[in-house]
């Protein structure tokens, strides 16, 4: 079954740095485009940005455009969200999956930029 795994998260002052892991199992995971999420509760879940599969092109949201950068391993099955100059905004639960995404999610991992 589809099993995503990510880590990672935590607190951070804001203009640091954090590099969220996620490990997928359960399905052909170089045959997907992948993508971060990120949710503040009583939020709708944003689409942080996409990379595809194999020429490994990504996409990003505005707000975070110039300070967050995607990348994959298809060989480990890993995808991964290394996150510069955190603002307070920043502050979210930060989930992977598919995109678009779908059942199941994963736990996901906290992610608080706070001084």
């Known amino acids: 079954q589809v099993q995503l795994v990510e880590s990672g998260g935590g607190l951070v002052q804001p203009g640091g740095s954090l590099r969220l892991s996620c490990a997928a199992s359960?399905?052909?995971?170089?045959?997907?485009?992948m993508a971060w999420y990120r949710q503040i509760p009583g939020k709708e879940r944003e689409l942080v940005g996409t990379?595809?599969?194999?020429?490994?092109?990504?996409t990003y949201a505005d707000s975070v455009k110039g300070r967050f950068t995607i990348s994959r391993d298809n060989a480990k099955n890993m995808i991964y969200l290394q996150m510069d100059s955190l603002k307070p905004e920043d502050t979210a639960r930060y989930y992977c999956?598919?995109?678009?995404?779908?059942?199941?999610w994963g736990q996901g991992t906290q992610v608080t930029v706070s001084s």
């Open positions: 999956n598919k995109s678009p995404g779908s059942n199941p």
């Open positions: 359960g399905f052909t995971f170089d045959t997907y485009v």
């Open positions: 990379i595809t599969n194999v020429r490994f092109s990504t």
